[in-house]
């Protein structure tokens, strides 16, 4: 049988910061690799050999990158870039260590996801905005990037769930968050009742971000 008697007790004291911790940091690390993401992969893009700047140099070296970082295991890179991590932040530990790692593992995601929602632009659209003699700056913010909108909402949804697993696979190496509270508290003291009910909790975040998603993605189209 589970025991809530721990589950009440850590209820104040534990958890609810805790919510707010994993809240702070998948929204700042969501905000940063959705900006970044924008702008490297509005560059891929714009590189690409039929882009409207076509740079092998650029676009081979970031396209390379980008691949390399969404190689490596989510946890794997989050311990091989403590360094970095300790040099930038001043910790390995907490939840701003914990958004730098996130935001570095999630930015090549927002990236390809970004490249891929300007792909689906009709390159008609873009060359009639050429021919009326649209800026290059002006075809990428006021034509691709308002068509591939929908898109881009849709593929960061899916970001942003991934970005909860970070967190809680994070809690294992000092990020704080749920995903502590749930192994320290839940799973390593075999208190279930504690586990399951971060786990519905995450749950709940993730229906939430859902319905919002497909609310926004309702009204953009």
Partial sequence: MLDNTRLFDFMYSLILPAIF???KIVVI???????????FGT??????????SPNRLIHGVLDKI??????????????????LTRLIIGTTIGANAAIFSI??????????????????????IIKAAISFGASKTQIITKVVLVDALPNLVSNFTIMLINMLNMTALAGAVGAGGL???????GYQSFDYAIMYFIVAILIVFVLFIEKMSKIIYKKLK
Avoid: H, Q
Avoid at 29 to 39: E, N, P, R, T
Avoid at 43 to 52: A, H, I, N
């Fill in 21 to 23: 911790v994993t809240i």
């Fill in 29 to 39: 690390s969501a905000i940063l690799s959705i900006l970044l993401g924008l702008f």
């Fill in 43 to 52: 560059v891929l893009v714009v590189t690409e050999k039929d882009g409207l």
């Fill in 103 to 124: 935001t570095i593992a999630c930015t090549p995601f927002a990236t390809r996801m970004t490249e891929s929602s300007f792909k689906t632009v009709d390159k008609d």
């Fill in 179 to 185: 995903g502590a509270i749930a192994l320290t508290y």
């Fill in 66 to 83: 980008t691949d390399l970082i969404r190689a490596f295991p989510t946890l794997i890179l989050i311990v091989a870039i403590a360094p």
